[in-house]
């Protein structure tokens, strides 16, 4: 008769093994990360949409970042061109994601 595993080995085996931090790119060339709950959000959103192809349509693409944080309402990321655009002032910036062990200091 087989044993169902311990809780101690089922969270070792579906604990996340790297954390995504997102980060935007200012007009002076230097990034600044979002908030762990604003890279929570879009990673979540990333995660859902990156199995589907790009192309179909921008909204299909798109993360509004307001459904994370109301203060950045005017802010949609175009996962495609992989940039953040400000809807009321038509400014675009470049964003990235970098991963990150789930034990390093940026990872916590």
């Known amino acids: 008769m087989a044993m169902a595993p311990s809780p101690s080995l089922v969270q070792v ?30 990673e979540q959103q990333f995660v859902q949409q990156k199995g589907q192809r790009f192309g179909l349509g921008s909204l299909a693409h798109s993360i509004p970042l307001g ?29 990235r994601r970098h991963l990150f062990p789930q034990h390093s200091a940026p990872g916590r």
């Open 13 to 42: 085996y579906t604990s996340p093994v790297a954390v995504a931090v997102w980060e935007w790119q200012d007009g002076l060339g230097t990034w600044h990360p979002y908030s762990a709950a604003v890279c929570s959000f879009i």
């Open 67 to 95: 459904q994370a944080d109301p203060s950045l309402a005017p802010y949609i990321i175009d996962l495609p061109s992989w940039t953040q655009f400000r809807q009321d002032t038509g400014t675009m910036r470049a964003v």
